[in-house]
């Protein structure tokens, strides 16, 4: 590549050993070889059903609603029988917390495993290069079009390739949007060309990521957009699973016949396969790079050439660095076990406050702008709002009763019958017919009668500063 940046004399690099090196490098487009083999099939069938499960899960329904919705105008998310409420939210932070390590945990013991097989970037690139495959040809094929200049053929065959990119992102952006809006209705809504500003405006914003992620960025996101490539070489150690070119047994490369014997050279043919199958362009021979998202095509890739010249597969292969070195495996180890741990304790605390929270919550305010009022009897009356919410999955009944002080009265019966998942707003009336002066601690207690669980709240009864002594 031409280098933009100041020329270094001749007799400088020779004399230091320098060369120059773009800090602002040209990408160098790579065009991936089809490879099949055991692994691809392994990431065939681990892929689809995630697939599936992301363009059909938004149809599933739980009762007379969406299984999975994240319904932020009614800042409800609901995952099947689970409602997650705003008071709520930190259960969310508990699921993303026990994603993290156990994501951790499955690093540090199988490394890139998620990278390489189930990171929606690589599925979607996966799926965008065998559209390119199918509309423009194999690898030298690809190379040839990208090189001629534009023809008929050249147009079809790229107009074929982007309708069909679009369309997938299109889907994508439709059903990714369809878990944040009832996806019948916006599908409906799309077809009636009835659909929303909002809900159009983010189909359109996923869809032209994806495209533009899969389509065009592919391995550009891996090496230098996502967080993850970068920080979980930390998890790494000698015996984490790693993709790993064995150099003891392939060095010294050479090119050879088939059933030649090169009694000096290793296995290695330096037949550059396991770089033309690799989708972000290195070359594993080199060592272990930051770049290898562990995808295994270059697995795939040398261990049909091992076939063909009748050698041993697994030139490159899953290994860890202590088997390598000769060593063995370390496979529990403190990290591990750590990381483990953390995470069966954040599962098991999940699960219990998941089913010892309660299933209702309501909130008492005084009403705004008044103190207190004087009735025709001479009580005294302070006025509320409640706010009951039904976080359950059924109608309920609730009831109200007042805990203390003694001397202050509901002024009537209240019970209330909520939908599930609905939030009902009460006034509440609050009587005394010989108030204490001024400010006096209230406690009410709302009851669900299906399950007799209850909640007291806390709040004020105010009455007339000069009537305490008469009381
Ligand atoms: S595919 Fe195998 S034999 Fe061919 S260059 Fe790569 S490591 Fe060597
Ligand atoms: S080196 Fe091998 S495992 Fe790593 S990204 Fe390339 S093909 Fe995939």
Known sequence: MKSQGPEVPEEVVKLEGFAPQDLYQRREKIFTRYVGGLYQKLRFYSGWPLLLGYFLMPWVMWGDRQAILFDLPARQFHIFGLTIWPQDLWLLGWILMIAAFGLFTVTTIVGRIWCGYTCPQTVWTAIFMWVEQITEGA???????????????????????????LGWAFLTGLTFVGYFTPIRELTLSIAQFEVGGWAALWILFFTCATYINAGWLREQVC?????????????????????????????????????????????????????????????????LQYECIGCAHCIDACNQVMEKMDYPPGLIRYTTEHELAGNKTNWVRGRTVGYAIVCLALISAF?????????????????????????????????????????????????????????????????????????????????????????????????????????????????????????
Not at 372 to 388: E, H, M, P, R, V
Request: a neutral charge.
């Open 139 to 165: 690898r030298h094929q690809r190379i040839r079009l990208e090189k001629a200049p534009m023809s008929w053929n050249k147009f079809r065959r790229r107009t074929a390739k982007h309708t069909l990119w």
């Open 351 to 471: 699960i219990f406050m998941v089913f010892d929270r309660e299933t209702f919550a309501f909130d008492v305010l005084r009403e705004r702008g008044q103190l207190f009022q004087t009735q025709a009897d001479g009580s005294t009356s302070n006025d509320y709002q409640l706010k009951i919410m039904n976080k359950s999955q059924q109608d309920s009944t609730y009831t109200l009763e007042l805990v203390q002080p003694d001397w202050v009265k509901l002024d009537r019966d209240y019970e209330a019958l909520i939908p599930a998942g609905e939030i009902e707003n009460l006034t509440l009336r609050l009587l005394a017919e010989s108030p204490e002066p001024g400010s006096t601690p209230v406690e009410i207690r709302v009851c669900q009668e299906s399950n007799e669980s209850c909640i007291t709240e806390k709040t004020t009864f105010l009455g007339p500063m000069n009537t305490g002594d008469a009381r």
């Open 223 to 287: 090496l230098y957009m996502c967080p993850y490539a970068r920080f979980q070489s930390a998890m790494f150690d000698k015996d984490t699973l790693i993709v790993s070119y064995d150099a003891a047994r392939g060095e010294p490369r050479g090119s050879r016949k088939r059933n030649t014997e090169q009694a000096q050279l290793g296995d290695c043919i330096d037949c550059q396969l396991c770089v033309q199958v690799c989708p972000t362009g290195i070359d594993i021979r080199n060592g």
